[in-house]
């Protein structure tokens, strides 16, 4: 497998029909680094987006916009995963990006599914690069440490 690059410019008024090709590029793909910069050009401000990334499978190569994570999820998961969608709104605010490009919900979704939470666990989700990993990754594991502890006692509480 070999790094390539791949560019995307998003006008910000105009966001849909990039932003679904972005997300599919993104779920689609191992994402290496990612960068981006507001950008003005003729009276108007684009996302200009650069991603490093290892090319992978997807069959249909599309993203499904019709997941419930609410059913996919247990109780203690969905409980993780909102927390989690929370921790990403105030990232893409702080930082001024647009939500997906700090976590999918996909992502998310699998990184709350983990009953123990580490660097090496996150890093081995589909389209969660070191870059994430490096950026977000220990304030994820704070985040939800004692949520995972608390889940896996009551787990093991019920099978008793």
Not at 12 to 25: A, H, Y
Not at 121 to 136: D, F
Request: glycine residues 4%; positive net charge; aromatic residues 10%.
């Amino acid at each position: 497998m070999s790094m390539k690059v791949k560019f995307f410019t998003i006008p910000v008024n105009d966001l849909e029909k990039q932003t679904r090709e972005l997300n599919s590029f993104l779920t689609g793909n191992k994402i290496v680094e990612f960068e981006k910069q507001l950008v003005e050009s003729n009276k108007n401000y684009v996302w200009c987006i650069s991603i490093i990334y290892i090319e992978e499978f997807v069959p249909g190569g599309t993203i499904s916009n019709s997941v419930d994570y609410k059913k996919e999820l247990s109780e203690s998961e969905w409980e993780n995963f909102e927390k989690l969608r929370q921790f990403r709104r105030d990232i893409a605010k702080d930082e001024s990006l647009p939500a997906y490009s700090v976590f999918l919900d996909k992502e998310l979704a699998e990184i709350s599914k983990l009953e123990e939470i580490s660097i090496e666990k996150m890093k081995k989700i589909k389209g969660i690069g070191i870059k994430k990993v490096e950026k977000y990754g220990e304030r994820i594991i704070q985040m939800l440490s004692g949520s995972a502890s608390t889940e896996k006692v009551s787990a093991k509480q019920k099978k008793a």
